[in-house]
T-cell receptor, first 116, second 108 residues
Framework: EAGVAQSPRYKIIEKRQSVAFWCNPI?????LYWYQQILGQGPKLLIQ????????DSQLPKDRFSAERLKGVDSTLKIQPAKLEDSAVYLC??????????????FGPGTRLTVT | AQRVTQPEKLLSVFKGAPVELKCNYS??????LFWYVQYSRQRLQLLLR??SRESIKGFTADLNKGETSFHLKKPFAQEEDSAMYYC??????????FGSGTKLNVKP
């Protein structure tokens, strides 16, 4: 099966600019996650979707970050305006929720964002 | 609040030596623990989960609720085991909390 796709793979922007990331999960996976991974740290959950509804966005800096998952498939994560501390790898992951689900998350390759 | 601690940022061992990557957790509910691995230039991927009690690539991990630990072990390390290893806790409706990771370097 095709894996989780993300684009772009790399992005360099100046502070105060805007940026958007795109994620296409594995077909049929109801749950989609966005993580932020700062260098030297583990992935930190930003937002979790179940189909097209938000399950948890408690760690999403809502003054500058937004995310949506229209039609319960693809998702976009936006930062506006970006700050230097937003430099990180943004990971998208998906998992299935059906009977017998192992709750295994399948990760995309990530988008490496550098804010200058 | 939930928390996962991996005390070692880097672990270097020689090929053939035993390996133990430490993971301690804090969670008031019933924990479900995972180990994820990221090889160089590859995606983060699941290595093993405590529920399945399986051995993957020679690695095992036992959940010790008394010590709130889920250490990853392998009796004889191989060079291809060199990677970043992350311990993760599943909680509250399928949310995950990841530790900061341990880089395993297996020297020839």
């Amino acid at each position: 099966e095709a894996g989780v796709a993300q684009s772009p793979r790399y992005k360099i922007i100046e502070k105060r600019q805007s940026v958007a990331f795109w994620c296409n999960p594995i077909s049929g996976h109801a749950t989609l996650y966005w993580y932020q991974q700062i260098l030297g740290q583990g992935p930190k959950l930003l937002i979790q979707f179940q189909n097209n509804g938000v399950v948890d966005d408690s760690q999403l800096p809502k003054d500058r970050f937004s995310a949506e998952r229209l039609k319960g498939v693809d998702s976009t994560l936006k930062i506006q305006p970006a700050k230097l501390e937003d430099s990180a790898v943004y990971l998208c992951a998906s998992s299935s929720q059906g009977p017998g689900s192992s709750y295994e998350q399948y990760f995309g390759p990530g988008t490496r964002l550098t804010v200058t | 609040a939930q928390r996962v601690t991996q005390p070692e940022k880097l672990l270097s061992v020689f090929k053939g030596a035993p390996v133990e990557l430490k993971c301690n957790y804090s969670y008031s509910g019933s924990p479900e623990l995972f180990w994820y691995v990221q090889y160089s230039r590859q995606r983060l991927q699941l290595l093993l989960r405590h529920i399945s009690r399986e051995s993957i690539k020679g690695f095992t991990a036992d959940l010790n609720k008394g010590e709130t630990s889920f250490h990853l072990k392998k009796p004889f390390a191989q060079e291809e085991d060199s990677a970043m290893y992350y311990c993760a806790l599943r909680y509250n409706f399928n949310k995950f909390y990841f530790g900061s990771g341990t880089k395993l370097n297996v020297k020839p």
